[in-house]
């Protein structure tokens, strides 16, 4: 079974910005997207942003775009979430996804959750 282990969250003043990791303990060989979703307190979860396998196609929520970048390396079957100019809003459990689309491990998994507070 493919485990997602999170880090990299915290308390950030607003502004400032902040980098999120998503290791895989298995190689992903075949077709997959892995993305972030994030739940803000009180509110439904939302999609952040993805990345395809192969040539990386992302896509962004419109109220992230040209703030944050999702990223991966393949060698250390890691995704990141490079977030700037962090607001308030912002605050939120975010969540690492994987959907394996070809293959044994076919199916969707999810990291544990890391928080991230923006705060003054």
């Known amino acids: 079974q493919v485990q997602l282990v999170e880090s990299g969250g915290g308390l950030v003043q607003p502004g400032r910005s902040l980098k999120l990791s998503c290791a895989a303990s298995?190689?992903?060989?075949?077709?997959?997207?892995m993305g972030w979703y994030r739940q803000p307190p009180g509110k439904p979860l939302e999609l952040v942003a993805t990345?395809?396998?192969?040539?990386?196609?992302?896509n962004y929520a419109d109220s992230v775009k040209g703030l944050f970048t999702i990223s991966k390396d393949n060698a250390k079957n890691t995704v990141y979430l490079q977030m700037n100019s962090l607001k308030p809003e912002d605050t939120a459990v975010y969540y690492c996804?994987?959907?394996?689309?070809?293959?044994?491990?076919?199916?969707?998994?999810w990291g544990q959750g890391t928080q991230v507070t923006v705060s003054s």
């Open positions: 996804y994987l959907r394996i689309r070809l293959g044994a491990a076919t199916g969707d998994y």
């Open positions: 298995e190689s992903v060989f075949s077709l997959y997207t």
């Open positions: 990345i395809t396998s192969g040539v990386a196609i992302t």
